[in-house]
């Protein structure tokens, strides 16, 4: 048995192209508010392992209509007989040039694809769609519109009532804002149009769905594996024996700074490419990914935490360090240990809230010093860091793939008072780890489990 | 199908590995994907053995043009542990010619091959054993200073160049990815001194056993130590006991301990000179179980352990996470095959000059929602429709009653269309049979207008612009309603 098709069909520069783009997660379908921006079907093929479960084809739009219904319209023919001369006609105009677009989006329907109609609810409905959707109607195929308000819905009602005398499911469908769960909805609808296509569309729905939990992890580790690779950078510098080590701190800070923004853009990147948003940054202009430079006083206060948060934070890994203390001396120090460590984790986390890193003069074996600067000792910058990824990925996650502006950020989202307790405590982990290779791993393994849960659950802005 | 051999795995693998992984960050993730779950899927029965899995994804993924760095180190390795071993041999045969020293003056004394052979391998098995012990990084860098295996960093930077470079690479990169890497070079290092111990003990004994045969050596044991023959006896019965029950021969006796004491200030040999020479099987023995058979045992141990840290280094090397999931995750494909054939868009139309008190007829197409009398007073003509619901007979007609029009007033045809709707090739169709109908030099122009008549927006004007600058008509132009507020000339 063939495979569900759904030939997404209607009137020239109506979305036909976002919604596809949308549906197949494919940001390289053009979309111009350009009339005729498709020319030639393309398909799209919904593979699992290579094995295809349905296909959607992007189509032209109908140039010349009416001359179609005029073709069809000679042949006389009983409804019977009316599918026969649609492919009658795709047949004979296959070389025909003036009708190409009509091939093309015909023929993936005579071919037993589904029709979806695709009207755009913002410009008022017109009669000059009947004839499109009267030929449609003539290929007997079963078919459902999409209303893909473009801008406003101001039209929205209007196009119901028409469509609803000629197609037995009316759907709204916002192609560039649509959710995911939406976007399944959808799909799903799609299988209802026959008996023999909803099991493998509802697998399909299935496979998606399971696919997004599988994408939060991969972003969850993208995400980890960028905190650590930041929270654990240190940047070297040799000097003479007799060097003044002051003389290079700007420097050093400098390339630390670029070091962590290079890291943070390559960790953007890897959430980016987990969706298959890769055209983000390379057809635009060169946008910075997030608009908020990492380390202005804006970001800082806006993404970090508050000193007051900070203190609570820190005297969580504070208490984790003074809990370790007792477990080595045995319980009966427990809460004398704890409350050691929450007071000095606190204090910590306090006085260095406005410090990146520290400076630390090395003496080099061989002769000479080695400036280091880094690793950060600061307990707001994991949680900068962190609160900015979740925006990302957020924004990412949510983002349409027939969206082609530049990514915006919003309003700032706070962390859930029980998140900053669990990574407040993994940061105080981390931090402690050092250079113990088994330990990071295991952290950041810890570490990415955490954010793949902390990035599936919704933001409150 | 049918290669079932299993991966081997070895420092090679590694260095391939991470090789691969630079080479994969050039590829998208989605071939990535594609490429490695179709390999994946012939390896699901490795699936539980991750290391082994990606040893047999490295044998059968594209490496593309350029060669791998494993079979160079893996060679270059060979190369730098045949020298370790043949130094080992040659300086532990070197050591069996000065131990088992003899120019007939006086014996070989038992208690210097002991000593050579028993007590001090014995006590280097201590640091050894420390080395191997999972200790902090500080600690065991500095017991593995002292470890022969560092030899091999000095052999390899002595190999020709070929070999060299990848193996120095590799001893770079080691130090590059500690983290990943840290274990493997431990286990490295202390397989390398292993293998080196092993070497030189078979050398010391081979290099025994020559003198042992090709030439008569006495033995005899001498001491300043207050040590009498019956301490001396328990001391001998007691090395010899993993032996002596089934090797009676290597088992000395209390007479033959006696018998070959000597003082080098008073140098009486025996009467029985054959006894002399009885201690050799002893010997041997003592060199086989305390010094060679324990470092074959450590040998084995650290190959063993060698091999479990390459597994886990290999299953923890960045990016193998990522490629365990391209292996076995199912690969949901959603995205359309090739790219979007480009289309190149026409440069926007010129279009002619609008004289508004000079029209002759005014076409709404396509179903302008406006009443006739209104378009009638704005533009002033008699309106007629086309386009839209009609049949492309009355299209027809309706461009002939223009030309009639034309021909009787001599002005401009104006077709008002909607700005919201985009221009199709049915509106390129009417414009050309309109064209024929009243010939070239009078004026068509194109009014897209906004609901209730407001003025199009700029974008929407373009594409009309656009979309007519096909047709290649100088005389079809494009204007902005109401042409009597404000009559646009672009391009011009």
Not at chain 1, 191 to 207: C, I, K, T
Not at chain 2, 79 to 100: E, K, P, R, Y
Not at chain 2, 319 to 332: F, P, Q, S, T
Request: hydrophobic share 45%; aromatic share 8%.
């Amino acid at each position: 048995m063939a495979n569900p098709a759904f030939a997404v069909v209607g009137h020239p520069n109506k979305g036909k192209s976002s919604i596809v783009a949308t549906l197949a997660q494919d940001d390289s379908v053009a979309i111009a508010p350009e009339s005729g921006t498709t020319r030639a079907a393309r398909r799209f093929d919904m593979k699992v392992d290579g094995q295809t479960l349905y296909t959607l084809v992007d189509t032209p739009g109908f140039q010349r209509a009416r001359r179609v219904m005029a073709w069809l319209t000679q042949r006389e023919a009983t409804a019977a007989e009316r599918p026969a001369a649609v492919a009658a006609f795709v047949r004979e105009h296959a070389r025909d040039e003036r009708m190409r677009n009509e091939v093309e989006l015909l023929k993936p329907i005579v071919d037993g694809a589904g029709v979806l109609y695709v009207v755009d609810g913002s410009v008022p409905y017109s009669d000059e769609y009947e004839i499109e959707m009267d030929i449609l109607r003539w290929t007997g195929r079963p078919s459902m519109a999409l209303i893909n308000p473009i801008g406003r819905a101001d039209h929205v009602d209007a196009w119901k009532a028409a469509l609803g005398q000629y197609f037995s499911v009316v759907r709204v469908f916002d192609a560039l804002t649509a959710e995911f769960d939406k976007r399944l909805e959808l799909l799903r609808a799609f299988g209802q149009l026959d008996e023999a296509w909803r099991a493998p569309m509802q697998q399909a729905v299935d496979r998606l769905a399971a696919e997004r939990g599988h994408r939060r992890t991969l972003a969850g580790r993208a995400i980890a594996e960028m905190i650590v690779d930041m929270l654990r950078l240190v940047v070297t510098r040799r000097l003479p024996r007799d060097a003044d080590p002051a003389a290079y701190h700007d420097e050093l800070e400098r390339r630390y700074r670029d070091r962590l923004r290079a890291l943070e853009t390559d960790g953007r990147h890897a959430v980016e490419e987990v969706y298959q948003h890769r055209r983000l940054q390379r057809d635009e202009p060169p946008v910075p990914v997030l608009d908020e430079d990492l380390f202005s006083k804006q970001t800082w206060l806006r993404f970090g935490l508050k000193k007051r948060e900070l203190v609570a934070a820190g005297a969580v890994g504070g208490a984790v360090g003074g809990g370790a203390i007792d477990a080595a001396l045995g319980a009966t120090t427990f809460f004398t240990g704890a409350a050691i460590g929450a007071v000095a984790g606190a204090a910590i986390a306090w006085w260095s809230a406005d410090q990146l890193a520290k400076f630390t003069v090395m003496a080099l074996p061989v002769g000479g010093v080695e400036l280091r600067y880094g690793p950060t000792r600061n307990a707001n910058f994991p949680f900068v860091i962190l609160n900015r990824a979740r925006l990302h990925h957020r924004l990412i996650e949510q983002r349409t793939h027939a969206q082609r502006d530049a990514l915006h950020i919003g309003d700032p989202p706070d962390l859930p008072p029980d998140a900053v307790k669990q990574f407040g405590n993994l940061f105080a982990k981390l931090r402690k780890a050092g250079d113990d290779p088994d330990k990071t791993r295991a952290l950041t393994d810890d570490l990415a489990q955490a954010v793949a849960e902390l990035i599936a659950v919704p933001l409150v802005t | 199908m049918g290669m079932d051999r299993p991966p081997r795995i070895s420092l090679a693998t590694l260095v391939d590995l991470s090789a691969q992984t630079a080479r994969d960050k050039a590829i998208a993730d989605l071939d990535l994907r594609r490429r490695d779950r179709a390999i994946g899927q012939r390896l699901q029965r490795l699936r539980d053995r991750p290391a082994m899995q990606i040893a047999a994804w490295l044998d059968r993924v594209d490496h593309g043009s350029d060669p791998m760095p494993g079979p160079g180190v893996a060679r270059a390795s060979g190369w730098a542990a045949a020298l370790l071993g043949l130094i080992g041999f040659g300086l532990g045969w070197g050591s069996a010619v000065g131990v088992f020293w003899y120019d007939g003056t006086h014996p070989v004394n038992i208690i210097a091959v002991l000593a050579a052979y028993v007590a001090l391998p014995l006590l280097l098995l201590i640091p050894t054993g420390a080395a191997m012990l999972p200790l902090g990084p500080a600690a065991a860098s500095a017991l593995r200073t002292l470890s022969p295996g560092r030899l091999l960093g000095v052999i390899a930077r002595r190999l020709p160049m070929e070999q060299r470079e990848p193996l120095e690479d590799v001893l770079g990169h080691v130090a590059a990815h500690g983290a990943a890497f840290g274990k493997v070079q431990k286990w490295l290092v202390l397989a390398a001194a292993q293998a080196f111990a092993v070497a030189f003990f078979a050398g010391a004994l081979l290099g025994a056993l020559r003198l042992i045969v090709f030439s008569d050596l006495a033995f005899g044991w001498s001491t300043t130590l207050q040590v009498d023959p019956p301490q001396m006896t328990t001391l001998v019965n007691t090395l010899a006991w993993p032996w002596g029950a089934w090797w009676s021969d290597a088992k000395p006796n209390s007479e033959l301990v006696a018998l070959t004491r000597y003082f080098r200030a008073a140098p009486e040999l025996p009467d029985d000179a054959a006894a002399l020479g009885q201690w050799w099987p002893f010997l041997i023995a003592c060199m086989v179980s305390y010094a060679l058979l324990p470092r074959v045992v450590l040998f084995a141990l650290s190959v063993t352990l060698l091999q479990r840290s390459l597994n886990e280094a290999i299953e923890h090397a960045p990016g193998a996470a990522r490629l365990l999931d391209r292996l076995n995750h199912e690969l949901i494909e959603t995205r359309g095959e090739g790219d979007e054939p480009a289309e190149a868009q026409p440069e926007a139309g010129q279009s002619a000059p609008l004289d508004t008190r000079q029209v002759s007829a005014v076409i709404n197409w396509s179903s302008f929602p406006a009443e006739d009398d209104r378009l009638s007073r704005q533009f002033g003509a008699t309106v007629q429709h086309a386009g839209g619901a009609a049949t492309l007979e009355e299209d027809e007609r309706v461009a002939a009653q223009a030309a009639d029009a034309v021909r009787a007033g001599g002005g401009a045809i104006l077709i008002v269309v909607k700005a919201w709707e985009p221009p199709t090739m049915e509106l390129a169709d009417f414009a050309q049979d309109l064209r024929q109908a009243v010939g070239q030099g009078v004026s068509i122009v194109v009014v897209p207008a906004g609901e209730e008549l407001t003025p199009a927006e700029p974008g929407q004007v373009d594409q009309w612009r656009r979309a007519l600058a096909r047709q290649g008509d100088p005389w079809l132009s494009v204007a902005l309603s109401p042409p009597s507020a404000s009559t646009e000339a672009p391009d011009g």
